[in-house]
T-cell receptor
Framework: DGGITQSPKYLFRKEGQNVTLSCEQNLNHDAMYWYRQDPGQGLRLIYYSQIVNDFQKGDIAEGYSVSREKKESFPLTVTSAQKNPTAFYLC?????????????FGPGTRLTVL | DAKTTQPTSMDCAEGRAANLPCNHSTISGNEYVYWYRQIHSQGPQYIIHGLKNNETNEMASLIITEDRKSSTLILPHATLRDTAVYYCIVRRVVGGNEKLTFGTGTRLTIIP
């Protein structure tokens, strides 16, 4: 089955620890995105990548880092510098073959920092 | 950035048409309107998009006003599974890169 996977679904960490969220897609999509969602709010863009080895900051990149070493993978690291890391994190991907294709979203990872 | 305004919540009876309005009065001429929905604690799902013509697919219809300052998403025969938060988005392209800005959306509840 083609799709986007995010693991784990729930993640707990102690304050001050870095944590890496996984995002993998087998859709052969070029572009990948990370969003953060807080309760009752819409999604906010953290980072995005159009091609391998290239990525750009979104609207709320502070305290986060990413890498794009492979087309299929776009892991997000939540660092200890992120003031309020507890949130629902969503990964998405999109083909760049057409200008108007939609973004496909993964199931999300709910991160709780204790 | 073009901003969208949507009602916070709406109810619709099962089997009836659900009409979800969206205001995007600052939209630019080449910006598309996209609709996504999010069922509780899942990733958003694409529904439909359009530029200036009305659009229809297997999920919904999108009606865009002639001045493009507002649009309406229509779910023709709402079912209980259509209960979700619906996001109206104006798609930005910055330096060749697509960016979607999600607002707080409309929480649609389908009533049995």
């Amino acid at each position: 089955d083609g799709g986007i996977t995010q693991s784990p679904k729930y993640l707990f960490r102690k304050e001050g620890q870095n944590v890496t969220l996984s995002c993998e897609q087998n859709l052969n999509h070029d572009a990948m995105y990370w969003y953060r969602q807080d309760p009752g709010q819409g999604l906010r863009l953290i980072y995005y990548s159009q091609i391998v080895n290239d990525f750009q900051k979104g609207d709320i990149a502070e305290g986060y880092s990413v890498s794009r070493e492979k087309k299929e993978s776009f892991p997000l690291t939540v660092t200890s510098a992120q003031k309020n890391p507890t949130a629902f994190y969503l990964c998405a991907s999109r083909t760049s073959g057409s200008r108007y294709n939609e973004q496909f979203f993964g199931p999300g990872t709910r991160l709780t920092v204790l | 950035d073009a901003k969208t305004t949507q009602p916070t919540s709406m109810d619709c009876a099962e089997g009836r048409a659900a009409n979800l309005p969206c205001n995007h009065s600052t939209i630019s001429g080449n910006e598309y309107v996209y609709w996504y929905r999010q069922i509780h604690s899942q990733g958003p799902q694409y529904i439909i998009h359009g530029l200036k013509n009305n659009e229809t697919n297997e999920m919904a219809s999108l009606i865009i006003t002639e001045d493009r300052k507002s649009s309406t998403l229509i779910l023709p025969h709402a079912t209980l599974r259509d209960t979700a938060v619906y996001y109206c988005i104006v798609r930005r392209v910055v330096g060749g890169n697509e960016k979607l800005t999600f607002g707080t959306g409309t929480r649609l509840t389908i009533i049995p």
